[in-house]
């Protein structure tokens, strides 16, 4: 019973946590947002080749997982691990939440590449209606990041940054991870928006089942 219990739990993790993520040179990642063993990430590797792992909660704490799967990705050979920040709007301090991050992936030696800006959400419920301030605390998490020394991308899609951030381009000069659910490992759907006119990355698929 203990076993199967176990099992059970491995397999809906890897099933619920698992997205397919296709880069510009060709590679396939998954992005994690949840505790991942160190054999799940070892079995995942035989299909992928990086891992981005959920660093900082929309609930506005750091995902305190982060430490483990970063360590589990690299040691099953994932050859890039970056880590993305799920912003609190609602919480103010723009900065401060990407501070927070830095410093708890510090002071725990985190290594990774790089920190991904998660923007999606609903106006008037994870953002404001103003689209001047979601603007505003979006450059607040750039700049705080910068001055930190971090390297920053941004995680969106059409459907949600033009809601959120109106025509604004602001965030064009930054890598652009793009999703849509389409299973086409490719960038052939691509429409400009945001001033990005080409992407680094895109989610192709939701919840896959792997390793199970």
């Not at 019973?1 to 590679?27: D, E, P, V, W």
């Not at 430490?67 to 890039?80: D, E, I, P, S």
């Not at 390297?151 to 604004?168: A, D, E, L, R």
């Not at 429409?191 to 896959?208: E, I, L, N, R, S």
Request: proline share 3%; aromatic share 12%; charged share 10%.
């Amino acid at each position: 019973s203990t076993l199967t219990t176990t099992i059970t739990m491995k397999i809906y993790q890897i099933l619920i946590l698992c997205l397919c993520i296709q880069m510009t040179f060709g590679a396939r990642g998954i992005d994690i947002s949840a505790l991942t063993s160190a054999s799940a990430f070892n079995c995942l590797r035989a299909n992928y080749s990086f891992t981005i792992v959920r660093g900082y909660r929309s609930s506005g704490a750091v995902d305190t997982n982060v430490v483990a799967n970063v360590q589990n990705a690299w040691n099953a050979g994932m050859a890039h691990v970056d880590v993305y920040l799920f912003p609190c709007y609602n919480c103010g301090n723009p900065g401060s939440q990407v501070s927070t991050l830095v410093n708890y992936l510090k002071s725990h030696n985190v290594r990774y590449g790089m920190i991904w800006l998660d923007i999606e959400g609903k106006t008037g419920s994870t953002w404001s209606t103003s689209q001047a301030s979601n603007r505003a605390f979006f450059e607040g998490m750039v700049s705080q990041a910068r001055s930190l020394g971090q390297t920053v991308g941004v995680y969106t899609s059409s459907s949600q940054w033009n809601p959120i951030m109106g025509s604004y381009s602001g965030g064009s000069s930054l890598p652009l991870w793009y999703a849509h659910y389409n299973n086409q490992p490719n960038f052939n759907d691509f429409v400009a928006f945001g001033g990005w006119t080409k992407p680094a990355m895109k989610q192709y698929a939701g919840d896959v089942t792997e390793c199970g």
